[in-house]
């Protein structure tokens, strides 16, 4: 029997990835270096609206190393000047006669090395005719405003409207409440920045006939098929490789031009093509996440009992719908937004629209507009206590589903898994001592100092999803693992969704090491290479661990039901006289009669009972029952200063419950991750355009992401309430905290500015707008 | 365009070279020595993703042209090992869970690695200043100053011994 230490689930594994990353020996798509290969840069666009009246590219053809200058008419020839989305729209790969967006990609040049490209960009003429552009959506659905999309058959800038929930119901409860609170909420434009930008590596090898594109991808193989349809070259002539990551957070899911210009660039050249985004570049055109006008009500009791929910959304999409949603979700899971709370009914209505603006709707570490959700209710909920004078922790147990309604219909529609709402509340409020918290802020108060107290317990939606309902370009989402188990009882796995540092070669390789009782350092995760690893959607709204990792749960249970076979051959009894224990086949009533995972993995191919195949491996594409919904209780402290209006969080206490945890240390390493890209957003990040489109944040000189000076000392704890659904009881948690920790901060300066009158703060959360209020207020220093 | 002989050594191994004059020294390090651990995040110095160190001073490798590093010294991520053995902050970073997609994490380590040669007992507040040139996306930086914490220990512990030898000279 092995001695080496299985390590399953549970254990606080050390990465394996770490070592390669930590010497530096990572390998990054800018990291791959081709013998010939060209490097490839892009044009791009001064207007947010203008029309191309001519590109001249003599100047730069004729600079020494410059190989070619590509441009939209060319592309056009080739059929490949507009590509689909993955939401059914079509985006401009170059233009042909008309730029929509700031930074849009124009024309690409093709150059030896990449200073000699970036000097022939700036030596492509393009005149432009700039037009009226559209910024605002509102403006851009009334009668006569300038028409983003001419090339459309429909001649408005109303892309769809799509509705969840019972109208009808809905209304008569709103004519009847004793209450009825609403509010208008902004969730801004922001912008994931994972700090690798995009990029991808093209080689088309006319010998092999074979096209292998390595490329910043967060889903390889759904990007192969979108590769293969728009480029017609059969898909077993494509690899696709994403190889090391630099973070991905929803940004590296759509196809962008770029990857489209590249390829084609290498098969025109015959010739290695790298291109490369710069920061600017990505900040400025890559797909946008959030931008949703919201207005928001909530009918309730008089003493706090919500009975319904009615939201309407313009959500502003820019000028191509490049959003990756399942596609019967053109507003994704926005429907879930009735949270943590049991209520009668709901309505839900959203409006995508067009605007001069580059593609938005895509996640920003988000489960397809979750945030959006979780901010909506989590905010309403406050308003309706305030309202009310209910203590915000007193109106969440009032409301909260209770444990005993799981599996639980919300009034969208969707089946909630399992929870347990008031006891991770209940242990957040313990942990951070709520009531002393009241006590100092009523003295603080007193004392004319600021202080507040934000909780938010929101309810996540993951796991995307079941093939009766999710698909993206109608490719079902179920996701895939294959396990092949070698002679000396080590295993190699693949799995088809992609890490962007997740950790999955250690999480995955822990979930076989429960399931077969190999120690986890003889497994190895390969990932993220089309030619080997089995089909799947990607990495992207906490999808790995509920499709993936349950794909890899049940292949593993298939090899070892294969290896009960084995082992009743080795230990000559029946199959059935056999169980899995402490990680071996035992034979029932005599335990010490057993055959470990290695033994047996041996034999599979030295010594396996006739009639039955040799090897040791399976597959599973597996196709998820329901979604997962992970939870958590967060609360957050917040003092204000009152001379600068800057927002300090003192302290934050986030207690998430993922169901069943793989890997401890890893899930921590994501909640503080999630936290962050949750005060971001809460605290500093916006885009920002000036009135003609123009981007004023496209720098990381403008748009800030909190360094560790301004990203607290983060906590956490945790409740667990597995998925009863999940082979492994797992629910996934890596955007938990994104959604739920934003709410937590802005409902904590609410509290801290609510004796004054303040009930609503659109985020970001920036001292001037605060100090303004303070101003408004009387109470600045 | 002109091309200008330098020289330099990085990681200890000298190098000669012709580059164009306004090549960054992120592109000569990653380009042209192909170390390619230093990684570029933005174009405004803001990212800290290139750091390395030159003459023991951390600096961002995308705002330095490679001629201005003409006779210096280079040390990147890739240098820190010795004798095959991982240096305390690499060490750090992986104990500690200090990095998810890594990207970032060899400017951070530079950065980490200049701060405990000049302050070897920093406080959690003093390690955040240090590192608030680094942008992480991923770990929230809670793991990040447990993994500089963790190599400030060991390095602590093991420095008795180097300072006895350089007592001794």
């Known amino acids: ?781 | 365009m002109e091309r200008v002989p330098i020289q330099l050594t990085v990681n200890g191994q000298p190098y000669q070279a012709e580059v164009e004059p306004r090549m960054l020294l992120v592109h000569f390090i990653r380009d042209v020595l192909n170390l390619t651990g230093t990684h570029i995040g933005c174009d405004t110095t803001s990212c800290g993703a290139c750091t390395v160190l030159w003459d023991g001073r951390p600096v961002k490798s995308c705002t330095v042209f490679a001629v201005q590093a003409d006779g210096g010294e280079i040390q990147t991520v890739e240098g820190l090992e010795r004798d095959g053995q991982l240096h305390p902050v690499q060490e750090g970073f992986w104990e500690e869970h200090g990095l998810q997609c890594g990207f970032c994490t060899p400017g951070m380590i530079m950065t980490a690695v200049a701060l405990l040669q000049e302050n070897p007992d920093p406080s959690e507040e003093e390690i955040r200043k240090a590192i608030a040139g680094n942008l992480c996306r991923c770990t929230g930086y809670v793991n990040i100053v447990k993994a500089i914490q963790y190599a400030a220990r060991k390095m602590r512990e093991t420095a008795p011994a180097t300072a006895g030898i350089a007592g001794g000279e």
């Open chain 1, 1 to 781: 029997m092995t001695t080496t230490p299985i390590r399953g689930l549970g254990h606080p594994v050390k990465r394996k990835e770490d070592p390669r990353f930590i010497r530096g020996k990572g390998t990054y798509v800018d990291d791959i270096k081709l013998p010939g290969m060209l490097y490839l840069d892009i044009v791009r666009s001064p207007y947010a609206h203008a029309r191309i009246k001519r590109i001249d590219a003599s100047k730069a053809l004729a600079m020494p190393g410059v190989v070619d200058v590509i441009t939209g008419a060319e592309l056009e020839k080739a059929g490949l000047a507009w590509m689909p989305t993955l939401m059914s729209d079509r985006q401009m790969v170059l233009p042909t006669d008309r730029v929509v967006y700031y930074a849009q990609e124009v024309a690409a040049v093709v150059a030896t090395d990449r200073y000699t490209a970036a000097d022939a960009v700036l030596a492509v003429e393009v005149e432009y005719e700039p037009l009226t552009p559209v910024l605002d959506p509102f403006k851009a659905l009334e009668p006569g405003a300038p028409l983003v999309r001419p090339d459309r058959e429909q001649k408005t800038n109303h892309i769809w409207h799509w509705e969840a929930g019972d109208k009808e119901k809905t209304d008569r409860i709103f004519q009847e409440a004793q209450v009825v609170v609403s509010q208008d909420l902004y969730i801004p434009r922001i912008h994931v920045c994972s700090i690798e930008t995009c990029g991808c590596v093209v080689n088309y090898d006319r010998a092999t006939d074979k096209l292998t594109i390595w490329m910043t991808s967060q889903a390889p193989h759904a990007h192969r098929t979108v590769f293969s349809l728009v480029s017609g070259i059969p898909e077993h002539k494509i690899r696709i490789i994403s190889p090391d990551i630099g973070g991905g957070f929803g940004g590296k899911v759509p196809v962008y031009p770029g990857y489209v210009i590249a390829t084609y660039a290498a098969l025109k050249l015959g010739k290695p093509i790298k291109w490369i985004e710069d920061r600017s570049e990505n900040l400025q055109a890559d797909t946008f996440a959030r931008d949703y006008h919201i207005h928001a009500e909530l009918a309730a009791t008089r003493d706090g009992k919500i009975r319904a929910m009615r939201v309407h959304t313009v959500a502003d999409h820019g000028a191509f719908d490049a959003a990756a949603n399942p596609s019967k979700f053109p507003a994704g899971l926005f429907s879930v937004c009735t949270g943590s709370y049991d209520m009668e009914a709901a309505h839900v209505a959203v409006d995508g629209v067009y605007t001069n603006k580059p593609p938005g709707g895509v996640a920003y570490r988000c489960s397809f507009r979750v945030t959006e959700a979780v901010h909506t209710i989590e905010r309403m909920v406050d308003i309706l206590a305030d309202e009310l004078g209910m203590d915000p922790a007193e109106i969440r147990f009032k409301n909260f589903i209770r444990p005993e309604q799981f599996p639980y219909k919300s009034p969208t529609g969707w089946e909630y898994d399992s929870g347990n709402y008031p006891a991770t509340l209940q242990k957040a409020l313990d942990a951070i001592g709520y009531q002393e918290l009241r006590r100092e802020q009523a003295e603080r108060r007193a004392r004319g100092e600021l202080m507040g107290i934000g909780i938010s317990t929101f309810t996540e939606i993951v796991g995307a999803g079941p093939s009766h309902t999710f698909d993206i370009l109608g490719i079902k989402m179920f996701d895939s693992a294959e396990i092949r188990v070698h002679p000396t009882g080590s295993a190699i796995v693949r799995i088809g969704v992609q890490t962007q540092g997740q950790g999955h070669e250690t999480t995955f390789a822990q979930i076989v090491a429960e399931e077969l009782g190999l120690p986890v350092e003889n497994i190895i995760v390969e990932h993220g290479d089309t030619d080997t690893a089995p089909y799947g959607l990607g990495t992207y709204a906490s999808r790995s661990t509920p499709t993936a990792g349950a794909a890899t749960a049940v292949a593993a249970r298939k090899i070892r039901e294969k290896a009960r076979l084995i082992a009743a051959h080795l230990l000559e009894v029946s199959p059935d006289d056999l169980e899995w224990r402490d990680y071996a086949f035992r034979v029932k009533g005599a335990p010490d009669r057993f055959k470990t995972m290695q033994e047996i993995a041996f034999a599979a191919y030295t010594n396996f009972p006739q009639g039955l195949e040799g090897g040791l491996e399976a597959v599973c594409y597996y196709d998820p029952p329901n979604l997962t919904f992970p939870f958590g209780a967060y609360v957050c402290v917040v003092d204000i200063d009152r001379g600068t209006g800057q927002v300090k969080v003192r302290e934050f206490l986030a207690v998430d419950d993922c169901g069943t945890i793989i890997n401890p240390m890893i899930v921590e390493g994501q909640i503080h991750g999630g936290l962050t890209m949750g005060l971001a957003p809460a605290l500093f990040e916006e885009i920002v355009y000036d009135e003609n489109g123009t981007m004023l944040t496209g720098t990381f000189m403008d748009y800030l992401l909190p360094t560790a000076m301004e990203t607290p000392h983060w906590k956490t704890d945790k409740t667990v309430t597995p998925s009863p659904h999940h082979p492994l009881g797992a629910k996934g948690v890596g955007e938990s905290p994104t959604i739920g920790a934003p709410p937590a901060i802005v409902n904590a300066v609410v509290d801290a500015l609510s004796h004054l009158g303040v009930r609503h703060i659109d985020i970001p959360i920036t001292p001037a707008k605060v100090y303004q209020i303070l101003l408004e207020k009387g109470v600045a220093e």
